[in-house]
Each structure stands twice: as structure tokens, then as C-alpha cells.
């Protein structure tokens, strides 16, 4: 079964500065993997989503993550940080069998300060 | 597309009262997940359907919990009765294929608070 595991429960970064939150997997192919961003009272929004090819993908708000299958990882960055990037992210895994429910992780809580 | 589409946005119910959570999936997409978060245990899921059959409710904690899905436009996750520890925010999500490429769609979530 695959497994997700983001090792950082929470980070603060000042406003501007980069950021770059850690995901790894754990999964025997290639999987598909997704970023997304919860925040306060609201639901998850897909940030990306990686499939095949390109290991660097594009997702909104500026925000991009890169596979690295060597690493099992799955990092999202951010070049410069807005204070409305403030939200809890959430990394998760699916299978190309697609008969099994997505695994999210268990989530890193940004603080983002002046 | 108005996206997932939850009701009560907020529950308030007092201990062994019966509550009833609405869900309205986006049009055509066939799968239904019902999840719970706390800031204990995180997001779990507690049941999922595909083409309106439940395929998976091995989360569910007990059986106070019980989720239907009479249609595809609408599944329904209910407690009888409730208890304090069930408060949490409860999110439905719904996508096309599973986990299969599209991710999901969540919905905005009902926060329940039992008393």
C-alpha cells in the first residue's frame, strides 16, 4: 500500500521569502502525485497534480513541485511568499491502478510573518 | 460548476440527538468520499462510493456512523446518536476515476459540534 509522509508539521517563513515544504512517498511504480492547500475553514483546493513526463509541474497561485523518483520525493516550492499563503498543505499519493482512495499526508501548517 | 456541495455548513447538537450531513457531488464525477478531520487524528476517511455503491466504509468508527448514497447527485453521512468525541469538521469530496489522475474535488465541509 502506498504511504505519504510530510516530516515538517508546521514552518514559518517571513513574507518574500522562499519556501519549500517536503513530501515523500511510499509506492512500487510510479504514482500520481497531488499538493493541496487548506485554508482556515475551508475545504482542500488541488494546488498540482504530477502524472507522467515533465517532473517539474506548475500549479496556481505560484506554486510548483518537482518529482524525484530516486528521492521518492515530491517537494513544493515557492519562490517569494505572500501573507495569504498562510494555510495548512497537504501532500497525497493515488495509484495508477486508480482502485484505491488518494493517501494524504498528514499535513504542514504555514505561518507566513512580516 | 458550483464545485461540492455540503449542508449545514454548521451543526450544533447536543449529545444522543440524531445528525444528518449532506453531500452533493459535482455532475458526472463517479466517486464520493466522506472524511473526517480533527486536529488529533488529521483527515481520515471514514467511507467511500463508487457509482453509488459503497465500496469501502472500513473507516467508519462505529456503527453509530452509517453513509448513503441513493443517487448520484447526493449521499448523506449520518450519526445516531451523537456523541461528544464525533465533533469535527467533515468534508465530502467527490472525482472522476478515483485516484486515477483527476484528484479531488473537496466541498466546504460541515463543522459539527455535539454537546
Known amino acids: 500500500a502506498q504511504s505519504v509522509t510530510q516530516p515538517d508539521i508546521h514552518i514559518t517563513v517571513s513574507e518574500g521569502a522562499s519556501l519549500e515544504l517536503r513530501c515523500n512517498y511510499s509506492?512500487?511504480?510510479?504514482?500520481?502525485l497531488f499538493w493541496y492547500v487548506q485554508s482556515p475553514g475551508q475545504g482542500l483546493q488541488l494546488l498540482l497534480k504530477y502524472f507522467s513526463g515533465d517532473t517539474l509541474v506548475q500549479g496556481i497561485k505560484g506554486f510548483e513541485a518537482e518529482f524525484k523518483r530516486s528521492q521518492s520525493s515530491f517537494n513544493l516550492r515557492k519562490p517569494s511568499v505572500h501573507w495569504s499563503d498562510a494555510a495548512e498543505y497537504f501532500c497525497a499519493v493515488g495509484t495508477t491502478s486508480g482502485n484505491t482512495p488518494l493517501v494524504f499526508g498528514k499535513g504542514t501548517r504555514l505561518s507566513v510573518i512580516a | 460548476d458550483a464545485g461540492v456541495i455540503q449542508s449545514p455548513r454548521h451543526e450544533v447538537t447536543e449529545m444522543g440527538q440524531e445528525v444528518t450531513l449532506r453531500c452533493k457531488p459535482i455532475?458526472?464525477?463517479?466517486?464520493l468520499f466522506w472524511y473526517r478531520q480533527t486536529m488529533m487524528r488529521g483527515l481520515e476517511l471514514l467511507i467511500y462510493f463508487n457509482n453509488n455503491v459503497p465500496i469501502d466504509d472500513s473507516g467508519m468508527p462505529e456503527d453509530r456512523f452509517s453513509a448513503k448514497m441513493p443517487n448520484a447527485s447526493f449521499s448523506t453521512l449520518k450519526i445516531q446518536p451523537s456523541e461528544p468525541r464525533d465533533s469535527a469538521v467533515y468534508f465530502c469530496?467527490?472525482?472522476?476515476?478515483?485516484?486515477?489522475?483527476?484528484?479531488?474535488?473537496f466541498g466546504s465541509g460541515t463543522r459539527l459540534t455535539v454537546v
Open positions: 469530496a467527490s472525482s472522476l476515476g478515483g485516484d486515477r489522475g483527476h484528484g479531488y474535488t
Open positions: 509506492y512500487g511504480a510510479t504514482p500520481y
Open positions: 455532475s458526472g464525477h463517479d466517486y
